[in-house]
């Protein structure tokens, strides 16, 4: 079963602009990590917040953690046309190994 | 150094006959895991492997699904019998160890389609 849920499903904006997605989870967490994913091939790891974490940066990341609301937010700044890709969130729960995935948002970025 | 590598990177199969996928990992990397993905979904965990022993099988969708891993190295997951709705990307990933918030590199996955 699928702990995370992003939102929105799918996004579009113009190049430069900023996106910004959400995810919701339901148990509690020991961190939670955002992949990206293009062609709907290999993911790729952005960035891991720790449940005692509120915010990280990464480059042109930036990701929020609020665990009384079990919510995260993945925000890219100065969108590229490289930044087009499906976005997920996927926590890891305390004494658990495996990542629980969301069903993603599609981010179009247009030049 | 190499990421994780799966092979194929696509198989097409017709319904009822067996196939096999195959994950390298990364070297040193003592965690390995199995997911799947149907097309536009999330990825769905089938098992994970510390070493050569699978602690959980709980995620394999039936027992028509087996999964080993010898050296504690490669990976090898079967799909016996295969029906229609075994068509998916399967992923593999590994990591450094388990529990201690490591990243999990993913390989490019094996499309399969079953027809």
């Known amino acids: 079963s699928q702990q995370g849920e992003e939102d929105p499903q799918a996004l579009s904006i113009q190049e430069g602009e900023n996106a910004t997605m959400n995810c919701s989870y339901k148990t509690s967490i020991n961190n939670l990590q955002w992949y990206r994913q293009n062609s709907g091939r290999g993911l790729v790891h952005l960035i891991l917040i720790r449940s005692n974490e509120r915010e990280k940066h990464s480059g042109r990341l930036r990701v929020t953690l609020d665990t009384s609301k079990k919510s995260s937010s993945l925000l890219i700044t100065a969108s590229r046309a490289a930044d087009t890709a499906s976005y997920f969130c996927?926590?890891?729960?305390?004494?658990?190994?495996?990542?629980?995935f969301g069903a993603g948002t599609t981010v179009t970025v247009r030049a | 150094g190499a990421g994780v590598s799966q092979s194929p990177s696509n198989k097409v199969t017709e319904k009822g006959k067996d196939v096999e996928l195959r994950c390298d990992p990364i070297s040193g990397h003592t965690a390995l895991y199995w997911y799947r993905q149907s097309l536009g979904q999330g990825l769905e965990f089938l098992i994970y492997?510390?070493?050569?022993?699978?602690?959980?099988k709980s995620g394999l969708p039936s027992d028509r699904f087996s999964a080993e891993r010898t050296g504690g190295s490669v990976s090898t997951l079967t799909i016996q019998r295969t029906q229609q709705e075994d068509s998916a990307v399967y992923l593999c990933?590994?990591?450094?160890?388990?529990?201690?918030?490591?990243?999990?590199?993913f390989g490019p996955g094996t499309r399969l389609t079953v027809t």
């Open positions: 996927a926590t890891e729960s305390y004494n658990d190994y495996k990542l629980s």
């Open positions: 990933a590994s990591s450094f160890a388990t529990g201690t918030s490591d990243e999990q590199y």
């Open positions: 492997f510390q070493g050569n022993s699978a602690p959980d």
